[in-house]
């Protein structure tokens, strides 16, 4: 099915932890974008990609690393996790940046709880 | 900086009775709007946006907002809720300069409680 598939759904880590969260979207599209969601804090911008070897960072780019050598593929690293990192993230991508005329395509989210 | 306010964080309606969520945007040029849903343990599907044109915008799942540029406003509307409706709400609003390759702002929130 066509669409943001992530990876993987629910993780568990322990402070100091590292890890991948995977993110890929069949409908080649350029911009993709990993977001994070809090309670009462609605959803805030990690890092974004405008195409492949392009990256930069979002509202809240701090503890997490990405990449981007494939137009399929934008893999999120926390490189030593922290409670605070505790979250749903969720990867979201559209032909050209947002907003224009292009919606953001959403993935069913990945929960990441750090102890 | 842009930035987007959803009032009310819980709204408790009845089965087929009207419903009216909030939004309020702060931005200085024209703003792209949109509204997304959330159900439980799902990733966000968009209901409506709007960027141009009409100020009354009609989405899926029998959804409507209005745009009300002297109220900075982007009200979602729905004549009659049904139980599948509860879920989370979120308006968003992005840059219309063209310049949005930083992404969309989002409000915090509102869940939608559905009462038999």
């Known amino acids: 099915n066509a669409g943001v598939t992530q990876t993987p759904k629910f993780q568990v880590l322990k402070t100091g932890q590292s890890m991948t969260l995977q993110c890929a979207q069949d409908?080649?599209?350029?911009?993709m974008s990993w977001y994070r969601q809090d309670p009462g804090m609605g959803l805030r911008l990690i890092h974004y990609?405008?195409?492949?070897?392009?990256?930069d960072q979002g509202e809240v780019p701090n503890g997490y690393n990405v990449s981007r050598s494939t137009t399929e593929d934008f893999p999120l690293r926390l490189l030593s996790a922290a409670p605070s990192q505790t979250s749903v993230y969720f990867c979201?991508?559209?032909?050209?940046?947002?907003?224009?005329?292009?919606?953001?395509?959403f993935g069913a989210g990945s929960r990441l709880t750090v102890l | 900086a842009q930035s987007v306010t959803q009032p009310d964080i819980h709204i408790t309606v009845s089965e087929g009775a009207s419903l009216e969520l909030r939004c309020n945007y702060s931005y200085g040029a024209t703003p792209y709007l949109f509204w997304y849903v959330q159900s439980p343990g799902q990733g966000l599907q968009l209901l409506l946006k709007y960027f141009s044109g009409d100020t009354l915008v009609q989405g899926i799942k029998g959804f409507e907002a209005e745009f009300k540029r002297s109220q900075s406003s982007f009200n979602l509307r729905k004549p009659s809720v049904h139980w599948s409706d509860a879920a989370e709400y979120f308006c968003?609003?992005?840059?219309?300069?063209?310049?949005?390759?930083?992404?969309?702002?989002f409000g915090k929130g509102t869940h939608l409680i559905i009462q038999p």
């Open positions: 409908m080649n599209h350029e911009y």
């Open positions: 990609s405008v195409g492949a070897g392009i990256t």
């Open positions: 979201a991508s559209s032909y050209f940046p947002p907003p224009g005329a292009n919606v953001l395509t």
């Open positions: 968003a609003v992005g840059e219309g300069s063209g310049g949005g390759a930083d992404g969309l702002t």
